[in-house]
């Protein structure tokens, strides 16, 4: 018991996305407070969160200053910098830890370490300078996707070679930083594997949701998941288990997979909660967010069963989002807007959860 954080502690949040807007919600409804540090000008967050600081993350007296306040931190995202959570976590718990972080945050990294606990991964190579690019492509060969090794998300940082002379194009694209050449995996679906730890080492995934993807963003995850990605269901399962574990991991952690002929293939990971969970607001017993809480709070973990027969979620993607009014009108539709300002090409501004029951 006296590792649990009562109702009434206050939960820091790295982060002031939508992502820790939906925590920040789950928070309030089991009595907790939240605050949220980001630099942003613009913070859906902050829109959810009982308090809000706008500043750096690497200043000491912010990061003092929220440790003073704050009972546990988490973040929202995977790319704030391992020195002010290092920072924050001599003074506070962070949840998760350090180790996360700094595994999630580099590709290379990323893949040796599921390799190590016996998963699969597609064909890759570290690229560093331009020569072993030109080696990489002669090893792995075309196509291929060359991906830098940090800061890559929804299709960010990632450029095809449909072939070898693609490469002098490639490198300058990803602005010569290190990365790692992937060979192409051939599957038949995308899912993710959606696992919580809570702080007694307990675990809990949600079933695998079919992920489609447009232009390198979630479009949309629907469950049940077809028979092609359901027979992997246990193996991906166990392995992100394995992952979390060995990383000490408290609180969601996404594992994303191809559906291949020869089993589930590793493609990246994220500490977090994840776009591919939000169906679990409306479509799950318990929702990501809410077991991500109870994770880093001490708490018990809640059933991650589905609640209806057939659960989708629809991305709001640029100006989709101004179909609202059509869709709150929709029998057995939740619309979840996320207060942002300007709806740019490929910006997520909301999504859509529908549930069959019956």
């Not at 995977?78 to 830890?97: M, W």
């Not at 300058?172 to 730890?197: D, K, M, Y």
């Not at 394995?242 to 990383?247: C, F, G, N, Q, T």
């Not at 979840?336 to 029951?357: D, E, F, I, S």
């Amino acid at each position: 018991m006296s590792d649990i954080l009562p109702p009434g502690s206050t939960i820091g949040i790295l982060g002031g996305g939508q992502l820790g807007r939906m925590i920040a919600v789950a928070a309030a409804q089991l009595g907790y407070r939240t605050h949220v540090l980001a630099p942003d000008e613009e913070s859906v967050a902050a829109q959810t969160a009982s308090s809000f600081t706008r500043a750096d993350y690497h200043s000491h007296i912010v990061l003092d200053e929220l440790a003073s306040h704050a009972d546990v931190i988490t973040y929202e995202f995977e790319n704030v910098a391992l020195a002010p959570v290092t920072h924050l976590a001599a003074k506070v718990p962070v949840r998760p830890g350090a180790k996360s972080l700094e595994i999630a945050q580099d590709r290379a990294n990323e893949k040796s370490f599921v390799a190590e606990l016996g998963g699969r991964t597609a064909p890759w190579a570290l690229v560093t300078t331009r020569d072993e690019l030109h080696e990489a492509i002669a090893r792995i060969g075309a196509p291929s996707i060359l991906k830098t090794l940090r800061l890559g998300y929804d299709g960010k940082g990632q450029v095809r070679l449909h072939e070898a002379s693609e490469a002098e194009a490639a490198w300058a694209a990803i602005g010569e930083r290190p990365a790692i050449l992937e060979g192409f995996v051939t599957f038949s679906h995308e899912f993710s594997i959606i696992t919580v730890r809570g702080l007694d080492g307990t675990l809990a995934s949600y079933p695998p949701p079919w992920n489609e993807h447009k232009d390198g963003i979630l479009a949309r995850s629907t469950l049940p998941a077809p028979a092609e990605i359901a027979r992997h269901w246990t193996e991906a399962a166990a392995l992100s288990g394995r992952v979390a574990e060995a990383l000490g991991h408290i609180g969601v952690l996404t594992c994303e997979f191809f559906a291949t002929e020869d089993g589930p293939v590793f493609n990246e990971m994220a500490p977090r909660v994840h776009n591919s969970g939000h169906w679990t607001i409306e479509g799950a017993e318990t929702s990501q967010f809410e077991n991500h809480v109870r994770a880093i709070c001490g708490l018990p973990l809640g059933s991650t069963a589905l609640t209806g027969t057939h659960v989708e979620m629809e991305n709001l993607i640029g100006d989709e989002a101004d179909r609202w009014p059509e869709l709150l009108v929709e029998p057995g539709t939740h619309l979840h807007l996320y207060g942002k300002g300007q709806a740019r090409p490929g910006r997520k501004m909301g999504h859509v959860t529908r549930v069959k029951r019956g």
